[in-house]
Nanobody, 115 residues
Framework: VQLVESGGGLVQPGGSLRLSCAAS????????MFWYRQAPEKEREFVAV????????QYAALVKGRFAISRDNAKNTVYLQMHSLEVEDTAMYYC?????????WGQGTQVTVSS
């Protein structure tokens, strides 16, 4: 089982990034997919979730209207499009796959928002 995040980097405030999380080793289409983030010295926090068949995504209040989660079950990939990035969005971003009691995590991709 693997979840591999990519797309992080350094961006200026107001900029955009698109994160990807490529899954393998399990039936991706059955899993609900999440994005979480963890800033230094802070707890990991929920960012966004999308159901196994898509549906209506849910977002944390801090990112709603700026971030968009999507998935491509044919490519076993979930995305997080981030716009209007703020310094406070700086964190390690993780994808998480959940199905019943099964839960898998990626290794994370760093997003740094700084001028």
């Amino acid at each position: 089982v693997q979840l591999v995040e990519s797309g992080g980097g350094l961006v200026q405030p107001g900029g955009s990034l698109r994160l990807s999380c490529a899954a393998s080793g399990f039936t991706f289409s059955k899993y609900t997919m999440f994005w979480y983030r963890q800033a230094p010295e802070k707890e990991r926090e929920f960012v966004a979730v999308i159901g196994s068949a898509g549906g209506v995504p849910q977002y944390a209040a801090l990112v709603k209207g700026r971030f968009a989660i999507s998935r491509d079950n044919a490519k076993n990939t979930v995305y997080l499009q981030m716009h209007s990035l703020e310094v406070e969005d700086t964190a390690m971003y993780y994808c998480n796959a959940k199905y019943g009691s099964w839960s898998y995590w990626g290794q994370g991709t760093q997003v740094t928002v700084s001028s």
